[in-house]
């Protein structure tokens, strides 16, 4: 094939046969074929490759074209969420993006996954490494958003992408991005999904008698003698050729379940598989979620509800989480240069389960099941003999509900009285309260008449209020200017503002009345052995507030040549005056390899080709210690240990010396990234390698001398060093009869 270059006017000349096709590309555009016939002149305008130049990724305050960024960014569509069939975003996200990792150490529905970007960022006391959620700009759980209502996410990696949201964000940022509406006719949406779970590699247990003969092997070793004696061994064995499992299977001495009485472990003889009795084999769920859009130029609308039942695993007992969701979007153009838009989100959350399912419920399942103890005695009743199996106790030691409320407005004004420079001025406040309301109700074992018999009978009530109000003010103003053709500059500055106000409230009563009915003024104070217990009833309530001055510059060179540089200056109520306040940088630049001229040669088999680095420093003020530069006192309302006048006295206790000149963790990020396109961009992906220090942690003081009676304070001496890589490789494709992967 012959080739030719256009000269700097755009012209060109070639000699070919007539009847040949001409293929004409150039870089940022769609290439084209032309076919010259009998024709001498040809005129061809070429099309800007939008896909490539307008493809636009939401970084922190505001948007920027994926080829001009320089920070490391993650990208997940809605395209990419809306085929998984999970209960929250979370599960969603889930290999999805390189360096996010999202664990769980427990099954258990009211319990969120733990999520962290690029590995643990702080081993601090009290400090936290999570990332920074913002759901349309504002700060919010993401397990509280429908994902059918989400547009986009994007995760900020480095620091220099992260940044300008200061130290709210030293290890990265989740921007969540929901759907809006659109001008155009009205549209309705309706989906649903139903999902069937089941638990996996759940432990196998042995049968009873196998059990028993590895008890009786350690007992022999230990020169213990036997456990098991042979009848019972024996009876295990005929139990397990009747068929039978988790019931029955008890010896009685005449009126008690057990010989002797209260000693299940030895003259049990059935044969229950706990690990399956306490789990259900299949769990079902729904989903149903209904959206309508639509407007006109000047104003559109976007509405969704959602609906989510998920049932839960236990067997005995119940437990499950009913979600609903409502959201509300309009965007108006109140005149030419003033654009206003408001939202409401509101998420509502049942979660409900045992009361005696808690940490302690793993325990017993792992030493207490033994396999040759019943769940149920011969008449049908729930036994543990006092073994304290936890059957009995799931499903008949109370339940626990918990209802939590999310409620966000946000709304925003967009000024542009000159084109190109853009006033953001954003409010959003946040309202989350949660009610808790936990029976703790008393179990018996029964003889064998059926009468009750021995097991807990204290009963009470617990109930909890938690409210929290998050404001943020958000004021910041940008300005685009192009120079020359190929000088693209943007100039960013603004204001951040963040309250958080926390108050809780909880009582606990004893002695209830009616089981089926927990209230508090159906109880009567009494412990099960009929003694007074006086009602225990607690409170505090809690604030924090930071405040931000951010700047951002971006430039490049016709596309090619990229900088960014960030500035903010932070400061946050948790440290003491004069360590309040702290400025933190970061830049990064980037290099589009690809658009340069000498790659035009190269560009059909590599079309996105650019090196990107970048460097940046960030404060951490995030610890679960609200005032961790004060010493606190504790105050107690008659729970002294000693009697005075008939009462027990109030108490006060001081709190552990701390140290008045804690101040900020500095995080600081190195990082070298390289994208790319092979093979007319089907073929796409990108290489980080990364390294970053936390310094200053919070750790444990030197040893002072005992003679000090109490614990040092805590200072920032800890460092902490973090290094990886990420790979992302990825291939979309669409064959001839349109089929697409």
Not at 47 to 56: G, I, P, R, W
Not at 139 to 166: C, F, H, R, W
Not at 458 to 471: A, F, G, R, V
Not at 562 to 582: I, K, P, Q, V
């Amino acid at each position: 094939p012959r080739g030719t270059v256009t000269g700097l006017d755009g012209q060109f000349a070639i000699d070919v046969p007539a009847g040949s096709v001409l293929e004409l590309s150039y870089i940022g555009y769609i290439k084209q074929e032309v076919n010259v016939r009998n024709q001498t002149n040809i005129m061809v305008s070429l099309q800007e490759n939008t896909k490539l130049l307008d493809e636009v990724v939401v970084v922190g305050f505001g948007t920027q074209r994926k080829v001009n960024l320089t920070g490391s960014v993650g990208i997940a569509s809605a395209k990419d969420l809306e085929a998984r069939p999970v209960v929250n975003v979370t599960q969603a996200l889930q290999g999805l993006v390189p360096g996010l990792f999202i664990t769980t150490n427990t099954g258990e529905m009211d319990k969120n996954m733990s999520i962290n970007i690029r590995g643990t960022g702080t081993i601090g006391d009290g400090s936290s490494g999570s990332p920074l959620i913002l759901i349309d700009g504002m700060e919010g759980d993401m397990n509280t958003v429908n994902p059918q209502d989400i547009e986009n996410i994007s995760v900020l990696k480095d620091a220099a992408a992260s940044s300008i949201y200061g130290s709210r964000a030293p290890f990265g940022v989740i921007l969540i991005t929901t759907k809006k509406g659109a001008s155009g006719k009205s549209s309705i949406n309706y989906n649903n999904s139903f999902r069937v779970s089941s638990p996996i590699n759940m432990p196998e247990q042995m049968d009873s008698y196998t059990f028993a003969n590895y008890v009786n092997a350690g007992y022999a070793n230990a020169g213990w003698g036997t456990f098991f004696t042979k009848d019972i061994m024996q009876r295990m064995l005929d139990f397990q050729a009747a068929g039978g499992t988790s019931t029955g299977g008890l010896l009685n001495n005449g009126n008690v379940w057990g010989k002797p009485a209260g000693d299940p472990f030895s003259t049990g003889y059935a044969n229950t598989d706990w690990y399956k009795e306490i789990y259900k084999d299949n769990n079902f769920s729904q989903e149903h979620n209904l959206s309508l859009s639509g407007g006109s130029e000047k104003l559109n609308y976007y509405a969704s509800l959602g609906y989510l039942n998920q049932s839960g695993s236990l067997r005995h007992g119940s437990d499950g989480l009913q979600r609903y969701n409502a959201t509300a979007k309009i965007n108006a153009e109140l005149a030419s240069w003033v654009d206003f838009s408001y939202s409401l989100r509101f998420v509502r959350t049942d979660n409900y389960r045992p009361t005696r399912f808690n940490g302690g419920l793993y325990e017993k399942i792992g030493r207490q099941t033994w396999p040759n103890l019943p769940v149920y005695d011969e008449n049908g009743y729930y036994h543990d003999g006092d073994a304290e199996t936890p059957a009995m106790q799931l499903a008949l030691g109370g339940k626990r509900n918990v209802q939590s409320d999310n409620v966000a407005h946000q709304a925003t004004f967009i000024f542009e009285p000159i084109k190109n420079w853009l006033t953001h001025v954003e409010f959003n406040y946040n309202t989350y309260t949660s009610n808790v309301k936990e029976a703790t109700l008393p179990y018996y074992n029964h003889d064998v008449a059926g009468n009750l018999l021995t097991g807990t009978s204290s009963s009470n009530l617990y109930q909890d209020q938690k409210k929290e109000n998050h404001l943020n003010l958000n004021i910041f103003s940008e300005y685009t200017h192009t120079f020359n053709d190929v000088h693209n500059m943007k100039v960013m500055g603004g204001f951040q503002a963040d309250e958080m106000k926390q108050s809780v409230f909880s009582a606990r009563k004893y002695g209830l009345l009616l089981y089926d009915l927990p209230e508090f003024d159906l109880a009567n104070s009494l412990a099960g052995d009929g003694k007074e217990r006086i009602p225990e009833v607690g409170g505090y309530s809690n604030q924090w507030a930071t405040a931000g001055f951010f700047g951002r510059i971006n430039y490049d060179y016709n596309g090619r040549y990229l900088a960014e540089l960030n500035m903010r200056y932070d400061g946050t109520s948790r440290f003491r005056r004069g360590d309040r306040w702290a400025l933190y940088p970061s830049f990064s630049l980037g290099w589009n390899i690809a658009r340069e001229a000498f790659w035009e040669s190269l560009q059909e088999t590599v079309g996105t080709l650019k090196l990107r680095g970048s460097y940046g420093e960030l404060g951490n003020q995030n610890t679960n210690a609200w005032y961790p530069t004060y010493r606190t006192m504790s105050l107690g309302s008659g729970n002294g240990a000693w009697l005075q006048n008939g009462v027990q006295p109030n108490t006060a206790r001081i709190g552990d010396l701390v140290s008045t000149v804690l101040t900020w963790e500095t995080v600081r990020s190195w990082n070298v990234g390289l994208d790319y396109g092979v093979f007319d961009n089907r073929l796409k992906g990108s290489f980080d390698v990364f390294t970053r220090f936390t310094d200053n942690m919070v750790g444990p003081a030197p040893e002072l001398p005992n003679i000090l009676g109490i614990n040092p304070p805590k200072t920032n001496n800890c460092d902490l060093k973090t290094t990886g890589w990420e790979l992302e490789l990825g291939w979309n494709d669409r064959l001839r009869n349109g089929f697409g992967y």
